[in-house]
């Protein structure tokens, strides 16, 4: 939605200033205000509103944790990859 009003705030400002030399000055400003309240609000940041981010985190525990079970015990995993112990002897029965 941030993206959205971004370009079409800065298709607005092209349109209405483009007539003149001091237009273009007037755009390059509110290009410039547009970029600073993009970044402050976070228009251009990488977070994820959905579960996917939080999910490749939690399949990369578990991973991690496969790898380990023939290194470590379950205790030290679970500590180590921020599984629940269950979590880890349920890896270790299916491995």
Excluded at 24 to 40: K, W
Excluded at 81 to 88: D, F, G, R, W
């Amino acid at each position: 939605m941030g993206v959205f009003l971004f370009i079409i705030g800065g298709i607005l400002l092209a349109v209405i200033f483009s007539f003149t030399a001091e237009g273009v000055l007037i755009i390059v400003g509110a290009y410039a205000v547009l970029v600073i309240l993009a970044l402050l609000f976070g228009v251009f940041s990488k977070k994820s509103t959905d579960s996917s981010y939080e999910q490749g985190i939690e399949n990369s525990r578990k991973e991690i944790a496969i790898n380990l079970l023939d290194t470590l015990d379950d205790q030290s995993i679970a500590n180590k990859t921020k599984l629940s112990i269950e979590e880890v002897k349920a890896h270790r029965l299916n491995n």
